[in-house]
C-alpha cells in the first residue's frame, strides 16, 4: 500500500467515524466538536486530490466560522437534553427506515458503474503555476454559470425570508421605531424649569 492510498484510508475512516458520533452522540457539544473534526478531515481527502482552495474554504469557513457560532449558540442557550431524549423513540421507526433507503439508494448507485472507480485513472499532475481556484472560477463562471446564479436566487430568497420572520412585530415584544427617534424634537422631550434658589437658613 503506497503512502497516499493510506493517508486516503485514513483520513476516510476518521471522516466515517466523526459522522456517526455526529448522529449517535447526546451531547450536543460533543456533537458539534466531532462535526469539526468530520470537517477536518473531508478537508484532507480535497487536498489529496489538488482541490486545496475548497479544502482552506471549508476549514475557514464552516469551521472558522458556522461551527464557532453553533457552539456559541448551544452553549449560550439552556438545552434541557431529557427532554429531547423522551421523543427520540417516537422518531425512531420513521428515521431507521430513511437511513436504510439512503444506503439502497447509494449502494445502487454507486453499483452501476457510472462512477467507475475501479478503473478512474490518476489525476494529471499540474505545472507548479497551476492554479485551481482560477480553474475554479473559470467553470462557475462560464460553463456552469446559470445553476450558480439560480443557486445565489434561492440563497438570496432564503436570507429575505428569514429577515422577514425575524422581523415582524409581536403584541408581547418591545420594539423601538427608528422613523419617530429621526423625527423627535428638542422641546417634545425636554421642558426648562424655573424654580427659586432656596435661602440658607
Given at each position: 500500500m503506497?503512502?497516499?492510498?493510506?493517508?486516503?484510508y485514513?483520513?476516510?475512516a476518521?471522516?466515517?467515524?466523526?459522522?456517526a458520533?455526529?448522529i449517535?452522540?447526546?451531547?450536543?457539544?460533543?456533537?458539534?466538536l466531532?462535526?469539526v473534526?468530520?470537517?477536518?478531515?473531508?478537508?484532507?481527502?480535497?487536498?489529496?486530490l489538488?482541490?486545496e482552495?475548497l479544502?482552506i474554504?471549508?476549514?475557514?469557513?464552516?469551521?472558522g466560522?458556522?461551527?464557532v457560532l453553533?457552539?456559541?449558540?448551544v452553549?449560550?442557550?439552556?438545552?434541557n437534553?431529557?427532554r429531547l431524549r423522551?421523543?427520540?423513540?417516537?422518531?425512531?421507526p420513521?428515521g431507521g427506515?430513511?437511513?436504510?433507503?439512503?444506503?439502497?439508494?447509494?449502494a445502487i448507485i454507486?453499483?452501476?458503474?457510472?462512477?467507475?472507480?475501479e478503473?478512474m485513472?490518476?489525476?494529471?499532475?499540474?505545472?507548479?503555476?497551476?492554479?485551481n481556484?482560477r480553474e475554479?472560477g473559470?467553470?462557475?463562471?462560464t460553463?456552469?454559470?446559470?445553476p450558480?446564479e439560480?443557486?445565489?436566487?434561492?440563497?438570496?430568497?432564503a436570507?429575505v425570508?428569514?429577515?422577514?420572520?425575524t422581523?415582524?412585530?409581536?403584541?408581547?415584544t418591545?420594539?423601538?421605531?427608528p422613523?419617530?427617534?429621526?423625527?423627535?424634537?428638542r422641546?417634545?422631550?425636554v421642558?426648562?424649569?424655573?424654580?427659586r434658589?432656596?435661602?440658607?437658613?
Open positions: 503506497e503512502f497516499k492510498q493510506f493517508i486516503f485514513f483520513f476516510s476518521v471522516l466515517v467515524f466523526a459522522a458520533m455526529v449517535t452522540i447526546r451531547n450536543p457539544v460533543k456533537a458539534a466531532f462535526l473534526l468530520a470537517f477536518f478531515s473531508a478537508a484532507g481527502l480535497w487536498i489529496l489538488q482541490a482552495f479544502a474554504i471549508l476549514v475557514l469557513v464552516y469551521v466560522a458556522v461551527m453553533f457552539l456559541f449558540v452553549m449560550m442557550l439552556d438545552i437534553l431529557v423522551e421523543g427520540f423513540g417516537e422518531y425512531l420513521i427506515l430513511v437511513a436504510v433507503l439512503l444506503v439502497i439508494e447509494m454507486l453499483s452501476s458503474g457510472q462512477f467507475g472507480l478503473n485513472p490518476e489525476p494529471p499532475a499540474y505545472t507548479a503555476d497551476y492554479s481556484t475554479l473559470r467553470l462557475l463562471y460553463f456552469y454559470v446559470y450558480f439560480i443557486a445565489a436566487i434561492i440563497l438570496l430568497v436570507i425570508a428569514a429577515i422577514t420572520l422581523m415582524r412585530r409581536r403584541k408581547d418591545k420594539y423601538q421605531d422613523n419617530k427617534q429621526i423625527r423627535v424634537d422641546k417634545d422631550r421642558r426648562m424649569v424655573k424654580m434658589s432656596e435661602k440658607k437658613v
